[in-house]
């Protein structure tokens, strides 16, 4: 069974470019969600898909988005990078059964972007 | 609305003493509680997990946790700290959809030789 896997693993951006960030879920899993982790602090958590729809959002605005694909890896996109948006970007996964249950994540071992 | 409270930003133990991470949670719903420990460098692995059924919950590595309602409360405990415990832990709550998954802003831990 294949874990969560991240890439890039480091980028460096400059103010106002655009970034994509890619995660494969684990095996037999059908959801995913991001998490902003910055220095010093507890992972933030972005967004969810389930089934390609975004079905749960935090507290980011919508220069955040992401995408789902039918294998179930995912991108999340930052456009209009701005320096607070430098952190660690975590991408878990999990299977959810019905509309109850537990979500067990999975986390990748994230992919750390400094913008400048 | 959801929030997770972790009532100690450090702690520092002596090897082969208990350990004891605090966690209060605020939910409207029934909520599913998890903790989670993140190594140097590493990603991010689930230790236990509460979905409403026996409330002691037992986690890997020696660690369990207790689903207090009353006290709306999920402690994480073990009875005796190894090195390799140190790392942070988070504790997360959930609703019983899945769509938010709030974590807590970690402990660390640190153990003595």
């Known amino acids: 069974e294949t874990g969560v896997t991240q890439s890039p693993t480091h980028l460096i951006k400059t103010r106002g470019q655009q970034v994509t960030l890619r995660c494969s879920s684990q095996?037999?899993?059908?959801?995913v969600s991001w998490y902003q982790q910055a220095l010093g602090q507890g992972p933030q958590f972005i967004f969810q898909y389930y089934r390609e729809e975004e079905n749960g959002r935090g507290n980011f605005p919508p220069r955040f988005s992401g995408l789902q694909f039918p294998n179930y890896s995912s991108e999340l996109n930052v456009n209009a990078l701005e320096l607070d948006d430098s952190a660690l970007y975590l991408c878990a996964s999990s299977l959810i059964l019905g509309i109850s249950g537990a979500n067990v994540l999975t986390f990748g071992a994230g992919s750390r972007l400094t913008v400048l | 609305a959801q929030s997770v409270t972790q009532l100690d930003s450090h702690v520092s133990v002596s090897e082969g003493t208990p350990v004891l991470l605090r966690c209060n949670y605020s939910?409207?719903?029934?909520?599913?509680l998890f903790w989670y420990v993140q190594h140097p460098n590493k990603g991010l692995q689930l230790l236990l997990k509460y979905t409403s059924a026996a409330t002691l919950v037992k986690g890997i590595n020696g660690f369990e946790a207790e689903f207090k309602k009353s006290e709306t409360s999920f402690h994480l405990t073990k009875p005796s700290a190894h090195m390799s415990d140190a790392a942070e832990y988070f504790c997360?709550?959930?609703?019983?959809?899945?769509?938010?998954?709030?974590f807590g802003s970690g402990t660390r831990l640190s153990i003595r030789p």
């Open positions: 939910s409207s719903y029934s909520p599913s």
């Open positions: 095996s037999g899993h059908n959801t």
């Open positions: 997360v709550v959930s609703d019983s959809g899945a769509s938010k998954i709030i």
